[in-house]
């Protein structure tokens, strides 16, 4: 019999091997669990999260339904040839320059934006995304998807005279050496009321009246009539002033004008909205454009947060301010 195994020292050691070896498969032990519950608890959050983002987007889309029903119920009712809003409604053309046509995944997607409306950061967000411009870039696009992007009116109609005429937009429309012959007070007498009442209700805005010269103006216009190329180079020409006057009228023109909402084969597939974006295109840029948003939201331009000095916490109150200041009459025009 070996009695050293039993000398007090070996005894110890044994024993202090023994719960070393009994902690190390704890830690194992333990470590395991918590990797594996962090491991299940990622896996659960994605899934509740992918769920989570596809309820989004099913209610997303049912507002879509919504908002193109209610669109098309509404151009049914003036499709009346014998009503006055027909002619208006029901037109053979977008009447603006501001939309814009691009190519993904053999698809054509037009969005038809306004000024004031979102229009800089769709530019910007198809150039951020490489969205092909032209179609000879792109694969066949056989498939085509119409997307509408609106504001609120109230909101739309204040950004345009505080950008034009609070904020002198208005000196933007033209060439530098046209400004010369333009009569600065006529844009600035556009106040918020008379900007309402006159230009917008009345339809009184006629940019002719800014011009200071009116002779050159009518001697410009006949060289524009006969379409006089080497006179026309000379920058302080007004022979594009009608044009301008267009442009600028845009800036507050209604979306059944601009966008030909009622047209034949016009009718949007999709009706974004300004104040509830982030929703509304998360959805359409997984289903539509492949791409992958965060929760179902989609990031965009933040030109569009900040747009003519209106931010989101600003808008509310600056609309209540200024329309607060129109009769009711007018507010309903």
């Known amino acids: 019999m070996n009695f050293s195994r039993l000398n007090p020292m070996s005894l110890s050691k044994d024993r202090k091997s023994s719960l070393k070896y009994l902690a190390l498969l704890i830690f ?23 769920e989570g983002k596809m309820i989004q987007f099913n209610k997303t889309f049912g507002r879509f339904v919504k908002r193109k029903r209610h669109l098309k119920q509404m151009c049914t009712k003036y499709e009346d040839n014998f009503k006055q809003e027909s002619t208006a409604l ?11 046509e691009f190519y993904s995944r053999n698809k054509t997607f037009e969005i038809c934006n306004v000024h004031h409306g979102g229009m800089q950061s769709w530019r910007a967000f198809i150039n951020i995304h490489s ?23 109230f909101i739309r109609l204040f950004s345009a005279w505080a950008d034009l005429f609070q904020q002198k937009g208005w000196e933007l429309q033209f060439q530098h050496d046209q400004l010369i012959n333009i009569d600065d007070d006529y844009f600035n007498k556009i106040t918020w009321d008379s900007f309402v009442n006159e230009v917008v209700i009345k339809n009184k805005f006629d940019i002719v009246l800014a011009v200071l010269d009116k002779e050159q103006l009518a001697a410009d216009l006949t060289k524009n009539k006969f379409n006089n190329k080497k006179q026309l180079e000379n920058n302080e020409s ?24 009622c047209g034949k084969d016009s009718l949007p597939d999709y009706v974004l909205k300004l104040e509830t974006l982030s929703n509304d295109l998360g959805a359409v840029l997984e289903t539509e454009f492949g791409l992958k948003v965060e929760k179902g939201k989609a990031m ?6 900040n747009a003519d000095g209106i931010n989101k916490k600003s808008a509310t109150r600056m609309v209540k301010k200024y329309f607060s200041k129109l009769t009711k009459t007018q507010v309903l025009k």
């Open 300 to 305: 965009f331009p933040k030109v569009i947060e």
């Open 238 to 261: 007004l022979h594009d002033i009608l044009d301008i006057g267009t442009r600028m009228k845009a800036h507050w023109a209604p979306y059944w004008y601009t966008c030909n909402v």
């Open 28 to 50: 194992i032990f333990l470590a395991d669990i918590f990797v594996y519950r962090d491991r299940n608890e990622k896996v659960k959050g994605d899934l509740d999260w992918e």
């Open 131 to 153: 969205f092909q411009k032209r179609q000879d870039q792109a694969k066949s696009a056989q498939v085509l998807k119409k997307l509408v992007q609106v504001r609120h009116p």
């Open 90 to 100: 029901y037109q053979n053309a977008v009447m603006n320059s501001t939309s814009a």
